[in-house]
């Protein structure tokens, strides 16, 4: 679709004192999927969770689209 990026982010989540997956920080922004999932996938072993995320933007009327889940592991929480 013209008019349509997209940025790629890889978020991390912890557990909070009621036992919920929460974001853990602000996302990584990553170059691409390839790099997004590279990165997720070399954290995963050290956090409750982990998401590499594909979020389409439209600077031009500053929307964005719904999150597309590239890679998971563990438990996630709430991508907003």
Known sequence: MPGVNAVYEVVLFTRDARGHA???????????????????????????????????????IGETGPIEILFQSGRLGDLG
């Open 22 to 60: 929460v974001i853990a920080g602000p996302p990584e922004i990553m170059a691409d999927a390839a790099s997004a999932c590279a990165r997720a996938e070399s954290l995963a072993a050290g956090h409750e969770g982990v998401a590499a995320i594909r979020r389409p933007v439209q600077p031009a």
